[in-house]
């Protein structure tokens, strides 16, 4: 169905999570995928820097809406309580909603933390987290997606077990995604149409040194296999590419963007020991088979272990500590964050950011390069709910790791082929006039698709990456924060939504 667009123009937002400019030089991703290549060059392009932290939560929550974390209130996959974050933690308008108020319509394709997925003048069918069932608006569109074998995502963690099955099954979700995404292209009217495809961050976590060259880890026989594995999920991915622009009207611009970049991992700090060694934080309870079991789940043998006694290894070693006993804690993987009890105790700040900034490589380096306030990176109402320190890494090789199942804070991650986020994304514009070399800031793309709609909301924190227009119409949309006390989810669904992110390897 193509009736003429109500807004100025239609726009494509095509996000694709973890794409970098490394990703797409690999030699198996350039060959495999000939049509992103194309759109590239056909587009104006450079990098897009990610928020901080450089995570698939805050950042397309920040892409989605224009404004930067301390202002939509996503900093990462659990809030400050340890629940899962939803659409419902997402405190501002998003694209759509200006979208819908200027009286165009949207089709919204797994944008991460658009779930519970709620009534929108369009198509949405949320991204993760999510729960499998309940994930349309219309609900009709779910018998569709059902026909389909529609998949929101799978579970692949750095755990190292990921093997040719789970490669099949990228390839399967990412085949299903985009035959929804093309026949809903087609069945429905829209002025903008927002999607987001997870693959390469899905293959960068547990196969980046066998996948982009630059680490010894890419020349061998076992990283042949990965990559000779890995070729159907990006030909699956290049060619739904290719079948949604086959759909897209003359006329319609596309702005392609990431939510952040990728990049080997080769270490991982534990600062929940130093907090317990320093008798911030009790240490659990840690008898010698707990901590053996819990260092096992790191290594190669364990990968061959059942999830369920990673999990219990998990939380023995790691706990329960009541919140009362401990002072200060590190936030998940990827959070880069220590949150403390009382985020008032002045003489509590300065000593976790003293044993921070102590902390040091294997080669007497600064391990963690500078620790930030909350309030001196982020603006904005919602700055509390982040955690109290920030902690930049000595570069983004290194992650900042939450629990205590390691033996000392710095582990090394040298022997393991894993991948992680890092702060340069990309951005590729094209169907409209653009110079070629762009460069911008998460919260840009909302007023650059908003204004390539011919719509402008005030108060935004980006500007457009594009020349616009000039008379743009301006546009507001009201907050849909929920009634205050209601939760998002029900017992159930939370218990859904954290055993997915912990199979995801983004809770432990
Ligand atoms: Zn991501």
């Given at each position: 169905?193509s009736?003429p667009p109500?807004l100025a123009k239609r726009v494509l937002m095509l996000g694709i999570d973890g794409l970098s400019t490394?990703f797409m030089r690999?030699?198996?991703v350039a060959?495999n995928m000939p049509i992103l290549s194309s759109l590239f060059e056909a587009s104006a392009t450079g990098p897009l820097w990610?928020?901080?932290?450089?995570?698939?939560?805050?950042?397309w929550?920040?892409i989605t809406?224009g404004?930067?974390?301390?202002?939509?209130?996503?900093?990462?996959?659990?809030?400050?309580?340890?629940?899962?974050?939803?659409?419902?933690?997402?405190?501002?308008?998003?694209l759509w909603?200006?979208v819908?108020?200027?009286?165009g319509?949207s089709i919204v394709v797994n944008v991460?933390?658009?779930?519970?997925?709620?009534?929108?003048?369009?198509?949405?069918?949320?991204?993760?987290?999510?729960?499998?069932?309940?994930?349309?608006?219309?609900?009709?569109?779910?018998?569709?997606?059902?026909?389909?074998?529609?998949?929101?995502?799978?579970?692949?963690?750095?755990?190292?077990?990921?093997?040719?099955?789970?490669?099949?099954?990228?390839?399967?979700?990412?085949?299903?995604r985009g035959?929804?995404a093309a026949?809903l292209a087609r069945?429905?009217?829209w002025d903008l149409y927002a999607i987001v495809f997870?693959l390469p961050?899905?293959?960068?976590?547990?196969?980046?040194?066998?996948?982009?060259?630059?680490?010894?880890?890419?020349?061998?026989?076992?990283?042949?296999?990965?990559?000779?594995?890995?070729?159907?999920?990006l030909?699956?991915l290049d060619e739904a590419i290719g079948a949604l622009l086959e759909t897209l009207p003359q006329d319609t611009a596309i702005v392609l963007c990431s939510d952040?970049g990728?990049?080997?991992?080769?270490?991982?700090?534990?600062?929940?020991?130093?907090?317990?060694?320093?008798?911030?934080?009790?240490?659990?309870?840690?008898?010698?088979?707990?901590?053996?079991?819990?260092?096992?789940?790191?290594?190669?043998?364990?990968?061959?272990?059942?999830?369920?006694?990673?999990?219990?290894?998990?939380?023995?070693?790691?706990?329960?500590?009541?919140?009362?006993?401990?002072?200060?804690?590190?936030?998940?993987?990827?959070?880069?964050?220590?949150?403390?009890?009382?985020?008032?105790?002045?003489?509590?700040?300065?000593?976790?950011?003293?044993?921070?900034?102590?902390?040091?490589?294997?080669?007497?380096?600064?391990?963690?390069?500078?620790?930030?306030?909350?309030?001196?990176?982020?603006?904005?109402?919602?700055?509390?709910?982040?955690?109290?320190?920030?902690?930049?890494?000595?570069?983004?090789?290194?992650?900042?790791?939450?629990?205590?199942?390691?033996?000392?804070?710095?582990?090394?991650?040298?022997?393991?082929?894993?991948?992680?986020?890092?702060?340069e994304g990309v951005v590729a514009i094209s169907g409209v006039p653009a110079s070629r070399r762009l460069e911008g800031m998460a919260p840009d793309i909302a007023p650059t698709v908003l204004g390539l709609l011919g719509l402008?909301?005030?108060?935004?924190?980006g500007r457009s990456l594009v020349a616009l227009e000039?008379?743009l119409?301006?546009?507001?949309?009201?907050?849909?924060?929920?009634?205050?006390?209601?939760?998002?989810?029900?017992?159930?669904?939370?218990?859904?939504?954290?055993?997915?992110?912990?199979?995801?390897?983004?809770?432990?």
């Amino acid at each position: 169905m193509s009736s003429p667009p109500t807004l100025a123009k239609r726009v494509l937002m095509l996000g694709i999570d973890g794409l970098s400019t490394s990703f797409m030089r690999a030699p198996v991703v350039a060959d495999n995928m000939p049509i992103l290549s194309s759109l590239f060059e056909a587009s104006a392009t450079g990098p897009l820097w990610s928020t901080f932290p450089p995570y698939t939560g805050p950042a397309w929550t920040s892409i989605t809406t224009g404004v930067g974390p301390g202002r939509h209130g996503v900093f990462g996959f659990t809030d400050h309580a340890g629940r899962p974050c939803s659409d419902t933690t997402v405190s501002v308008p998003r694209l759509w909603d200006y979208v819908g108020s200027a009286g165009g319509r949207s089709i919204v394709v797994n944008v991460p933390m658009t779930h519970p997925p709620r009534p929108i003048d369009g198509v949405l069918v949320s991204g993760m987290p999510a729960p499998s069932a309940e994930i349309t608006f219309p609900p009709r569109v779910a018998s569709e997606l059902q026909s389909r074998e529609y998949i929101v995502d799978i579970a692949v963690a750095e755990g190292g077990r990921e093997g040719a099955s789970t490669l099949d099954s990228l390839a399967e979700m990412t085949r299903r995604r985009g035959e929804m995404a093309a026949w809903l292209a087609r069945s429905q009217p829209w002025d903008l149409y927002a999607i987001v495809f997870v693959l390469p961050d899905r293959l960068g976590h547990p196969w980046w040194k066998q996948l982009v060259p630059g680490d010894g880890l890419y020349e061998s026989r076992r990283a042949e296999r990965v990559r000779r594995g890995a070729q159907g999920a990006l030909v699956a991915l290049d060619e739904a590419i290719g079948a949604l622009l086959e759909t897209l009207p003359q006329d319609t611009a596309i702005v392609l963007c990431s939510d952040h970049g990728f990049g080997p991992l080769h270490a991982d700090v534990f600062f929940d020991l130093v907090l317990a060694e320093a008798g911030l934080a009790t240490a659990g309870p840690q008898t010698g088979l707990h901590r053996a079991l819990a260092r096992a789940g790191r290594s190669r043998p364990a990968q061959f272990a059942p999830r369920a006694l990673h999990r219990w290894a998990r939380t023995k070693a790691a706990g329960p500590i009541e919140p009362q006993e401990r002072r200060a804690w590190t936030t998940p993987p990827y959070e880069s964050g220590v949150r403390l009890a009382d985020s008032s105790d002045e003489e509590l700040r300065q000593r976790v950011t003293k044993l921070l900034t102590d902390l040091r490589t294997p080669d007497g380096r600064q391990a963690v390069k500078s620790v930030t306030r909350r309030g001196d990176l982020y603006g904005g109402s919602r700055t509390d709910e982040a955690a109290d320190l920030l902690c930049e890494m000595v570069d983004e090789t290194v992650g900042l790791h939450n629990g205590m199942h390691a033996t000392t804070p710095w582990v090394s991650r040298d022997h393991l082929p894993w991948g992680t986020h890092a702060s340069e994304g990309v951005v590729a514009i094209s169907g409209v006039p653009a110079s070629r070399r762009l460069e911008g800031m998460a919260p840009d793309i909302a007023p650059t698709v908003l204004g390539l709609l011919g719509l402008e909301a005030k108060g935004l924190d980006g500007r457009s990456l594009v020349a616009l227009e000039p008379d743009l119409t301006p546009v507001a949309a009201g907050s849909h924060a929920p009634p205050e006390g209601e939760p998002a989810y029900t017992a159930d669904q939370e218990a859904a939504v954290m055993e997915q992110l912990r199979s995801l390897g983004y809770v432990d």
